[in-house]
T-cell receptor, first 111, second 113 residues
Framework: EAQVTQNPRYLITVTGKKLTVTCSQN?????MSWYRQDPGLGLRQIYY???????DKGDVPEGYKVSRKEKRNFPLILESPSPNQTSLYFC??????????FGPGTRLTVL | GENVEQHPSTLSVQEGDSAVIKCTYS??????FPWYKQELGKRPQLIID?????GEKKDQRIAVTLNKTAKHFSLHITETQPEDSAVYFC????????????FGKGTSLLVTP
């Protein structure tokens, strides 16, 4: 089944404790991206990647890192999470036709 | 990034009525305009999209219109049903950034029986 997966789906952590949210797609898509969704603010792009080893900043990259060592994986790294990074995170991928397919989401709470 | 404005933020209609959601964008180079539906607790799902070389597109009860001159596009849902209740997001492609999208802030649609 063609899909985008994210792990974990739910995470509660404390300020400053490094964490990684994984994203994987099995559709051989070149383009992948990360969004955060906050009430009243819609979806805001954090980082995106056009291909392996090619990443670029979106609208709200501060406090986040990404890597794209393989085509299928695009992990989101929070080196030192803070409470303002509490949010719902979505990974998405695209086959290069603009259409983006979203993962199931990761709800992160930083205490 | 460039802005996408979406209105209204909430919309309540009776079952069977039509619903219209409007978006405006500022990047004149945007050429792809998708609409996503997000049900409570779920991921956004693409429901319809339109490209800049087309003025209107229809899929059963859903239609999207695009006015490139005025830089606005709209989602029309006819014969609404309770299962249409969800948050709807419009988006516009960002020029020179691959397949990146700018999203509107969403419209919460409630269809009452």
């Amino acid at each position: 089944e063609a899909q985008v997966t994210q792990n974990p789906r739910y995470l509660i952590t404390v300020t400053g404790k490094k964490l990684t949210v994984t994203c994987s797609q099995n559709m051989n898509h070149e383009y992948m991206s990360w969004y955060r969704q906050d009430p009243g603010l819609g979806l805001r792009q954090i980082y995106y990647s056009m291909n392996v080893e090619v990443t670029d900043k979106g609208d709200v990259p501060e406090g986040y890192k990404v890597s794209r060592k393989e085509k299928r994986n695009f992990p989101l790294i929070l080196e030192s999470p803070s409470p303002n990074q509490t949010s719902l995170y979505f990974c998405a991928s695209s086959p290069g036709t603009d259409t983006q397919y979203f993962g199931p989401g990761t709800r992160l709470t930083v205490l | 990034g460039e802005n996408v404005e979406q209105h209204p933020s909430t919309l309540s209609v009776q079952e069977g009525d039509s619903a219209v959601i409007k978006c405006t964008y500022s990047d004149s180079a945007s050429n792809y305009f998708p609409w996503y539906k997000q049900e409570l607790g779920k991921r956004p799902q693409l429901i319809i999209d339109i490209r800049s070389n087309v003025g209107e597109k229809k899929d059963q009860r859903i239609a999207v219109t695009l006015n490139k001159t005025a830089k606005h596009f709209s989602l029309h849902i006819t014969e609404t049903q309770p299962e249409d209740s969800a948050v709807y997001f419009c988006a516009a492609s960002i020029s020179n950034s691959g397949y990146a999208l700018n999203f509107g802030k969403g419209t919460s649609l409630l269809v009452t029986p």
